[in-house]
């Protein structure tokens, strides 16, 4: 195979000594990074990332032109709150990480300004960021959300109504702070989301990241968490609801970078439908420097009908034997029949209990928002879905 070739599906040989060459290749660390949309060549849905995609679905955004520029947005106001738009040039870019797909370059060429959110309050602050005004014209966008050393806030991405977007999301964590950045999606039936969020966490700081996928046809949000400073903690959690024909993926990168560095990584997931599919993909890398890491990934999937299918593909990299904990877990399956029959006894019938279970398994994310007034509402646009499900 040619290196062109390997690049392109995801493995590129390692050149930086010995202990590399030794360990197969097959890391989201090692893929070719670039903000340039003609550095990557055309997705054939072949490729280690692509593989579960609907490509042909998304096609206008991985090739064809974007609208970029301000669109309209909603932002609660909140004290020590700085928000503005900035160009695409600005040195306040790029500080989280850069593309690793088509898509996501694609986005960064064409969104020509980024919508800048700078948190510095000490005193923890709630952010609500509502967009609703896009089309189903092909748009780009560019998201920084910065928290500033000390700094402890809330920012909720709040998504609705019509969309064909690729965006990039870039949070950037001081040192010592502490932040929670929640992205949901309740788009319409036909809105296609691409998104890739990047993530660096500073010295001693905290970032719990949430994603909640309910609504659109194609729904994929990718997650990269890199701890890049000594005892940075990185939480990334994420519940979705997979109906008929839905689409929703979500491919997480934990990367300890720095001594002494924590993660949790727990996603889950409900489908119901024919042809409701849900891919995850979990990799974690502990690099040789990550002494004293603390990680663990899991996902867990409860399949409601006949016709869906679940991918769920955990991975984990350890390239120092010095760490406090690792591990990793999946589980695709129908319901705890335990769980079911205690309800029953309890006088509850057995449709409703099956309900229940679903609420309950999906609630215990999404009550990590720490937002009660967001939490009721996920709770109810799950209930809805539910109404609508045939718990055969």
Same mark, same amino acid.
């Given at each position: 195979?040619?290196?062109l070739?390997t690049?392109?599906h ?15 290749v097959?890391?989201?660390? =090692?893929?070719f990074?670039?903000?340039?949309v ?7 849905g072949?490729?280690?990332? &692509? ?11 991985l090739?064809g ?35 690793e ?27 609500t ?5 896009l ?7 560019? @998201?920084? $959300?910065e928290?500033a050393? /000390? ?17 990039s999301?870039?949070? @950037? @964590? ?6 929670t950045?929640?992205? $949901?999606?309740? &788009? ?5 989301h ?7 966490? *500073?010295? =001693? ?17 990718n ?16 519940a ?6 839905? /689409? ?9 970078n720095?001594?002494?560095t ?7 997931g409900?489908l ?5 599919h849900?891919? &995850?993909?979990?990799d ?15 996902n867990?999937?409860?399949?409601l ?5 679940? =991918? ?8 120092? *034997? =010095?760490i ?27 449709d ?5 279970? @679903? ?6 994310? $999404?009550?990590?928002i ?9 709770q ?13």
């Amino acid at each position: 195979m040619s290196q062109l070739e390997t690049e392109q599906h995801g493995f590129r040989a390692h050149s930086d000594g010995d202990w590399d060459h030794a360990v197969p290749v097959q890391t989201r660390s =090692d893929r070719f990074k670039s903000t340039n949309v003609a550095d990557f060549p055309e997705v054939k849905g072949r490729e280690v990332n &692509w593989k579960f995609t609907p490509i042909d679905t998304i096609s206008e955004l991985l090739t064809g032109e974007l609208t970029g520029g301000e669109f309209a947005v909603e932002v609660s106001e909140a004290e020590g709150l700085r928000t503005e738009w900035i160009p695409m040039e600005s040195e306040l870019v790029g500080r989280a990480g850069i593309p690793e797909d088509r898509a996501a370059a694609n986005a960064w060429g064409s969104a020509k300004v980024a919508h800048h959110l700078l948190l510095t309050s000490e005193e923890h602050q709630t952010v609500t960021v509502k967009r609703s005004a896009l089309t189903n014209t092909p748009t780009a966008a560019h @998201v920084v $959300i910065e928290a500033a050393p /000390h700094a402890r806030g809330l920012v909720i991405l709040e998504n609705t109504g019509a969309a064909n977007l690729s965006e990039s999301v870039e949070i @950037v @964590v001081g040192d010592a702070a502490n932040l929670t950045v929640v992205s $949901i999606q309740e &788009w319409d039936d036909e809105a296609i989301h691409l998104a890739s969020h990047h993530a660096t966490v *500073g010295r =001693d700081a905290e970032l719990q990241h949430i994603v909640v996928s309910l609504g659109g046809k194609v729904v994929r949000v990718n997650p990269s968490i890199h701890l890049d400073n000594q005892g940075a903690n990185g939480e990334s959690y994420g519940a979705y609801f997979a109906d008929a024909g839905q /689409h929703l993926e979500h491919q997480v990168y934990m990367d300890h970078n720095a001594p002494n560095t924590r993660s949790r990584v727990a996603y889950k997931g409900a489908l119901q439908g024919e042809g409701a599919h849900a891919v &995850w993909i979990g990799d974690v890398l502990i690099r040789r420097v990550a002494s004293g890491t603390d990680s663990y990934e899991e996902n867990r999937n409860l399949t409601l009908t006949e016709g869906t299918r679940a =991918d769920s593909i955990p991975n984990l990299e350890i390239q120092t *034997g =010095d760490i406090a904990g690792a591990g990793h877990a999946s589980t695709t399956g129908r319901f705890d029949e335990e769980h079911i029959f205690y309800l029953q006894s309890r006088g509850i019938s057995e449709d409703e209990a099956r309900k229940l279970v @679903v609420r309950g398994f999906l609630f215990e994310v $999404i009550q990590r928002i720490g937002n009660e007034q967001v939490e009721a509402r996920l709770q109810q646009a799950i209930d809805a879905e539910l109404e609508q499900s045939v718990l055969a």
